[in-house]
């Protein structure tokens, strides 16, 4: 037995044995990265990362892109289809207008037709957002559903689950679904308190192997909370001291984001993003349809747009592209991580050629360092073309918000970027109205204020070393 231990250990350690595993191991991963067929940049990224990183490059391919990634697909498409089932079929209302078209192409990607009568109101971490968001929680009657990517193990986080757990005790029906890499760090006695109340709590894709429902890559995003079927709460924050002002009132990093409270018919959309969520992150239970809100009478017409990987376009994707290339007079974009893919970088460099004015605030310090080198190296690309960059400096920037001329807004948890286009669980909201339009852009033009512009001439001076750290990053962005 130890001559046959001692011949295992010689042929491990063999350099040649090694170099032998290192080539196949390239090889199968070079196999399935071409097989795979995701796109030019997605392929040429993986391939890149192989060669640069033996092993390490093609067990990250392996671990990032393995096969219950196209069975958690194939499962939200099943439970789509049992959780629209329950969903009655509502005709299409077409339209000529612009206004219309992006209407109806936001219905064909996402299922869910637009509702004319909503109340929009615009929350900040400036407008104590997180103020508001407990006194409505705290008015539930019937229940309340929240779903987010982060909810950290902070101040912020243990009082909005002791508030969670406090509504749960008195009867009323709570639900919280948390994503399992975002909310990483969540206290489980928390989790424990809300359950013991009679509230229930899951995890969406946990990392566990030996469950069906997993996956690492896939993540959600979405940040929503639902009360009573009436009143909505999505956009950019999490819950987290960051997103609350606590950090701000103690001098310590904190965030500027957007999030919006939503009453009217959109509610019901809203709540069935849930629902299907839900149905997913249980292995199928179901829950009973919210009925239609037919009492508001606001002016803001809303689309509500999930967009995840198992559908076949992507309405995130689908819908920034057309409202940018509905653009007329202005696009006025913010986003914390800007890794735009090459639909979206054309459809700017056409606006900015025909006369749109566009501007983009990105943060001037971002939490993520090779996603703000990445992005500087499409400002190289977009700025000689007439597109204006702005670096936001007072805090790190998380807002997701875009404005095309004066009356269409975007508010959501996705980023412009590649990993929100394909990968990840995100959720927007897509509202004709001018009066948020405007108060939108009032909110963007105090930013521009209070940002740095990337002045072209001195921009184009920039050191070779930067370019080259740029652009390096750059390959590795359909990853990021």
Same mark, same amino acid.
């Given at each position: ?32 990265? $071409? ?21 390490? %490059? ?32 509502? +005709? ?106 009679? %509230? ?26 639902? $009360? ?16 609350? %002002? ?114 983009? $605030? ?115 962005? +359909?990853?990021?």
């Amino acid at each position: 037995m130890p001559g046959f231990i001692e011949v295992i250990s010689n042929i491990i350690t063999n350099r040649y044995f090694i170099a032998s595993v290192v080539i196949v191991l390239n090889l199968i991963a070079f196999v399935y990265i $071409i097989w795979r067929s995701q796109g030019v940049e997605r392929t040429l990224s993986w391939l890149f990362a192989v060669i640069a990183f033996p092993v390490l %490059g093609a067990l990250m391919f392996f671990i990032l892109t393995h096969q219950p990634i196209k069975q958690s697909k194939k499962r939200k498409r099943k439970v789509k289809k049992i959780v629209g089932s329950t969903t009655p079929d509502i +005709p299409l209302k077409t339209a000529s207008t612009a206004n219309g078209q992006i209407l109806n192409l936001a219905y064909a990607v996402s299922g869910y037709e637009a509702s004319y009568n909503n109340n929009i109101e615009i929350l900040t971490e400036d407008t104590d957002a997180f103020k508001t968001i407990s006194k409505k929680v705290q008015n539930a009657r019937k229940f309340i559903w929240v779903e987010y990517y982060i909810i950290k193990k902070d101040e912020t986080g243990r009082r909005f689950m002791k508030l969670l757990a406090d509504i749960a005790s008195t009867g009323i029906e709570v639900r919280v679904l948390f994503d399992a890499y975002g909310s990483w760090g969540l206290d489980p006695k928390s989790v424990k308190e809300i359950k013991d109340a009679g %509230g229930k709590v899951e995890t969406f894709n946990p990392f566990n192997p030996f469950r069906s429902r997993w996956s690492f890559h896939l993540r959600n995003h979405r940040k929503l909370i639902v $009360i009573d079927g009436e009143i909505a709460f999505t956009g950019g924050m999490n819950i987290s001291d960051e997103y609350s %002002g606590r950090n701000r009132r103690r001098g310590l990093e904190h965030f500027r984001d957007t999030h919006l409270m939503v009453s009217g018919d959109a509610v019901n959309n809203l709540a069935n993003v849930f629902r299907e969520d839900w149905a997913y992150a249980t292995g199928g239970e179901v829950l009973p349809e919210i009925p239609t809100n037919t009492n508001e009478t606001g002016e803001s017409t809303v689309a509500v747009l999930p967009s995840d990987p198992d559908q076949f376009q992507n309405a995130t994707a689908m819908v920034f592209f057309e409202a940018l290339n509905n653009a007329k007079k202005s696009i006025l974009l913010t986003s914390p991580y800007f890794i735009p893919d090459e639909p979206i970088i054309r459809a700017l460099e056409c606006a900015a050629l025909r006369g749109v004015d566009v501007k983009i $605030i990105v943060p001037f310090k971002s939490d993520v360092l090779l996603a703000h080198l990445a992005a500087v190296s499409y400002y190289a690309q977009l700025i000689p073309l007439g597109v204006k960059v702005y670096e936001y400096k007072p805090s790190m920037l998380h807002a997701k918000t875009l404005i095309i001329d004066d009356n269409i807004s975007i508010v959501g948890s996705a980023n412009m970027d590649i990993r929100s286009f394909r990968l990840n669980f995100e959720l927007n909201v897509l509202i004709i109205d001018e009066k948020v339009a405007r108060e939108l852009k009032n909110k963007f033009m105090h930013d521009l204020q209070n940002s740095k512009y990337i002045d072209p001439l001195i921009f184009s001076k920039r050191g070779l070393r930067k370019r080259m750290v740029e652009r390096l990053t750059r390959l590795l962005s +359909p990853l990021l």
